[in-house]
């Protein structure tokens, strides 16, 4: 069980935080969400598939506290819902430029290591 050595994500925490203050079990947060059972312990990274379904059960969570660790973890009022409603499409649109890029810089990678391979 090398998983349980290693550091839990920083969104991973966040959204822990935010579990135990509602008073929501890790199992509720599976069920609701669909996010697959034992995810938010595991030490490997989230997905963006399992962001997105995070995000679009628990909408009241504080985007600047998952994203960014500022308090408060849950949103203060309807105001603030109302600011930052557009902060869920921003970071969703990030979070899928990343991952193309991601993508795109491993593809790029791969080609470098068989040019390489090639030059030796």
């Known amino acids: 069980m090398q998983d349980r050595n290693k550091e839990i994500s920083f969104l991973k925490k966040g959204i822990l935080a935010y579990?135990?203050?509602?008073?929501?079990?890790?199992?509720?947060?599976?069920s609701a969400t669909g996010m697959s059972e034992g995810i938010l312990s595991q030490s490997?990274?989230?997905?963006?598939?399992?962001?997105?379904?995070?995000?679009?059960?628990?909408?009241?969570?504080?985007l600047n506290y998952l994203f960014y660790g500022i308090e408060p973890i849950i949103k203060q009022n309807e105001i603030e819902i109302y600011q930052k409603g557009d902060m869920n499409k921003i970071a969703l649109e990030m979070i899928r430029d990343l991952s193309a890029e991601n993508a795109l810089?491993?593809?790029?990678?791969?080609?470098?290591?068989?040019?390489?391979?090639?030059t030796r």
Not at 22 to 27: A, I, S
Not at 45 to 51: F, P, R, S, V, Y
């Open 19 to 30: 579990l135990k203050i509602k008073g929501v079990t890790n199992k509720e947060c599976y």
């Open 44 to 62: 490997t990274g989230l997905t963006e598939d399992n962001i997105l379904k995070f995000l679009n059960v628990y909408s009241d969570i504080n």
């Open 105 to 118: 810089l491993k593809k790029e990678n791969e080609e470098l290591r068989e040019l390489h391979k090639k």
